[in-house]
């Protein structure tokens, strides 16, 4: 059902000379094999350390033979895997804190209007944090448009993206289409404190005597965000593992951060996210964009990869935290109003800022009336 949904015989389902992978369920003795065949779609995988940004594995495909390679050539919808750019320069121009409210709830932009595909429906205000951890459409749209979808653009291509992208609010939700090792690398920067340097594929040729051949220069590394910038990024991507989309990865039992993509019709799936040491990208899709199939998405067809390839890449190595840098304040907040949580409040969560930004008005306790409310109610009563 997953890849001939309409039940069609062979000679209608797939072209004469198509290729395909042959399962074997089971051989009883005595009998015929019983055959699953499935014409799968394409997948690529880019595993980059951290610290150094050399690629330690690379898959363009299922096939064993060089040709086109998905993880370098490929361009693709990242879907929500984009957001985190997003995020990351509200949270670098200051308009935004991961506790900033923002509204979730239906809103057009000149015949735009984007919908909620993980949840198709609207929770209100809610805070920054949880709308990026939950996937929410509207919360990175309302951010991008805040922003402008220009200054986003220049912000991804300071992140090492150079795919053409269109400075428009469908930029936040993965509209434009982009490579997975640069996707990857971008996420590395959030990994290492915000510092770009370009993936390492080569280290090192020599000719046939011997001698090192020159490589060609790199492009020169930068700093993009201050690793107080970075880590707060790196924080909210954590709540994608911990509460959000991508709980499965929870199975690492050490720290991760990352984030799920799914475009339109899911066509295209994708998982990018780190730990303190490795840094993994993961696209699943077919070469001629048809939908993967009905109710998959990132979260069921990219993320298991990503597991499997972190577990491999980290063996066992002890978990590491993700240090917190200088320029970093912790607050007790209201999870409600992302306010400073009031004296005894028993639901306060702890939340980071960068300094300076944290807030400053405490929130009221429940049965403790808001004075701002009482004084419009009254200015409203008639005389």
């Given at each position: ?63 064993v033979i060089a ?128 510092r770009y340097v ?36 790196t924080s909210l ?147």
């Amino acid at each position: 059902r997953r890849f001939n949904p309409q039940g069609l015989d062979a000679p209608h389902f797939a072209r004469a000379g198509a290729r395909v992978r042959a399962t074997i369920n089971a051989l009883p003795e005595g009998k015929p094999a019983d055959v699953r065949l499935a014409l799968g779609p394409e997948g690529a995988v880019m595993v980059v350390d951290a610290r150094t940004r050399e690629v330690g594995a690379m898959v363009g495909g299922f096939e064993v033979i060089a040709g086109f390679n998905r993880a370098t050539q490929a361009l693709r919808q990242p879907g929500s895997s984009f957001k985190p750019i997003v995020y990351a320069l509200g949270l670098r121009t200051r308009r935004f804190t991961p506790a900033t409210l923002v509204i979730d709830a239906p809103g057009a932009y000149d015949k735009y209007k984007p919908g909620n595909y993980e949840t198709w429906n609207y929770e209100g205000s809610v805070r920054l944090r949880y709308g990026l951890a939950h996937s929410i459409n509207s919360v990175a749209v309302r951010v991008i448009d805040e922003l402008g979808p220009a200054t986003v653009v220049d912000f991804a291509r300071q992140l090492g993206i150079t795919t053409p992208l269109d400075p428009t609010l469908g930029l936040a939700l993965g509209a434009s289409e982009v490579r997975l090792s640069e996707l990857t690398n971008a996420y590395a920067t959030f990994a290492v404190g915000g510092r770009y340097v370009p993936l390492t594929f080569i280290k090192r040729i020599t000719d046939a005597r011997g001698n090192e051949v020159k490589l060609p220069e790199h492009e020169e590394p930068r700093d993009v965000l201050t690793p107080a910038e970075a880590f707060l990024t790196t924080s909210l991507l954590t709540s994608v593992v911990e509460e959000g989309t991508a709980t499965k990865a929870k199975v690492l039992a050490r720290p991760a951060a990352g984030k799920t993509g799914t475009s339109n019709s899911a066509r295209d799936a994708w998982f990018c996210g780190f730990t303190p040491t490795v840094v993994a990208g993961v696209w699943v899709g077919y070469d001629d964009h048809r939908p993967l199939g009905n109710k998959e998405s990132g979260t069921k067809s990219a993320l298991p990869i990503w597991i499997d390839t972190v577990k491999a890449a980290v063996g066992k190595t002890p978990p590491e935290p993700f240090p917190m840098p200088a320029g970093v304040q912790l607050a007790r907040v209201d999870p409600a109003s992302g306010l400073l949580a009031y004296e005894g409040q028993e639901n306060a969560i702890d939340e980071v800022f960068l300094d300076g930004t944290a807030p400053v008005q405490t929130a009221l306790p429940p049965d403790v009336a808001d004075p701002t409310t009482f004084m419009m109610e009254q200015l409203a009563q008639p005389n």
